[in-house]
C-alpha cells in the first residue's frame, strides 16, 4: 500500500482531523452532554440517515459500470458484487429511528413521529454529499467515489466506537442496543475499508497523478458528512437549548 500512503493519504488527513478537532463531534462526546440532548440527537441522525444511504448500493453499482468503461474490469466487477451487500441499508436507520422514537415517546414530550421527522427537507450538507457522489460518478475521475466510501468508513470506524462509548455512559445498554445501523458499520467498514484501500492503490498504480484527485473527493465527502451530524446536533440544540453542554 505504499502509493496509497504515500500519494493519497497526505491529502485525506486534515478531514480525518476533524473527527478529534470539529466542536459538534467534540460535544458529541463530552462527559457533560445532557443525555436528553444525546437521545434526541440519534433521533435526528437515524431518521435523516435514510436519504445519505438509500443510495449507496447504486452509487457503487454506477462506479463499477463507469470502471469496467475505463478499462478497469476487475475493479469494476468487485464493485457491482459488492453493491449488493449495501441494498436495503437505509432502511436499518428507519427501523433504528422508529426503536428511538418508541423509546423517547414513553420518556420525554413533546412525542415524535418518524414519518414527519423522515419527510424533513434535507440540510445543504445532506444535498451537497449526494451531489458530490452523483457528480464523481459522472465526471472524469469515478475512482472518487471509492475514496468517498474509504473516508466514509474510516468516519464510522474511528468515531462510532466513541459515540458508542458515550450513549452507554449516558443512556444505557437498552438504547446503545437500538443502534443497529452505527454498530454494523463500526464491524463491517473494517472489512469495507481494507477492500476500498486495495482497490485506491490499484487505481493509483495504473494513473499516479489521479491519486490526490481521488483523497480529496474522499476528504470533502468525510467533510460533508461531519457536516451533516453537526446540522443535527444544532437542530436539537435550538430545540432544547437550556440544556446545551455547559462546555
Excluded at 52 to 57: G, N, R
Excluded at 142 to 159: D, K, T
Aim: proline residues 6%.
Amino acid at each position: 500500500m505504499e502509493l496509497l500512503k504515500n500519494l493519497y493519504e497526505p491529502h485525506a488527513l486534515p478531514a480525518r482531523a476533524l473527527l478529534d478537532t470539529d466542536p459538534a463531534l467534540r460535544r458529541l462526546l463530552d462527559p457533560s452532554l445532557n443525555p436528553k440532548v444525546l437521545a434526541r440527537f440519534l433521533i435526528e441522525w437515524m431518521a435523516r440517515a435514510a436519504y445519505m444511504t438509500e443510495p449507496v448500493d447504486g452509487w457503487i453499482r454506477g462506479t463499477g459500470q463507469r470502471c469496467i468503461e475505463q478499462g478497469m474490469e476487475k475493479m469494476g466487477r468487485a464493485l457491482i458484487t459488492h453493491a449488493k451487500s449495501e441494498t436495503g441499508h437505509h432502511l436499518m436507520t428507519l427501523e433504528d429511528a422508529r426503536s428511538l422514537v418508541g423509546h423517547w415517546n414513553t420518556r420525554y414530550l413533546p412525542t415524535l413521529s418518524v414519518r414527519e421527522l423522515c419527510a424533513q427537507p434535507p440540510f445543504e450538507s445532506m444535498a451537497a454529499y449526494r451531489r458530490l457522489h452523483d457528480e464523481t460518478i459522472g465526471g472524469a475521475f469515478p475512482v472518487g467515489q471509492i475514496a468517498i466510501e474509504r473516508e466514509v468508513g474510516f468516519l464510522a470506524v474511528y468515531f462510532g466506537p466513541k459515540l458508542m462509548q458515550q450513549v452507554e455512559r449516558l443512556l444505557g445498554p437498552e438504547v446503545a442496543g437500538m443502534l443497529t445501523f452505527l454498530t454494523e458499520h463500526v464491524a463491517v467498514d473494517v472489512g469495507h475499508t481494507l477492500l476500498n484501500e486495495r482497490m485506491l492503490e490499484e487505481a493509483i498504480s495504473l494513473s499516479p497523478g489521479n491519486a490526490r484527485i481521488y483523497a480529496e473527493t474522499g476528504a470533502l465527502a468525510m467533510t460533508l458528512y461531519i457536516r451533516f451530524l453537526g446540522d443535527c446536533l444544532h437542530t436539537v440544540e435550538d430545540l432544547f437549548s437550556p440544556l446545551r453542554s455547559v462546555a
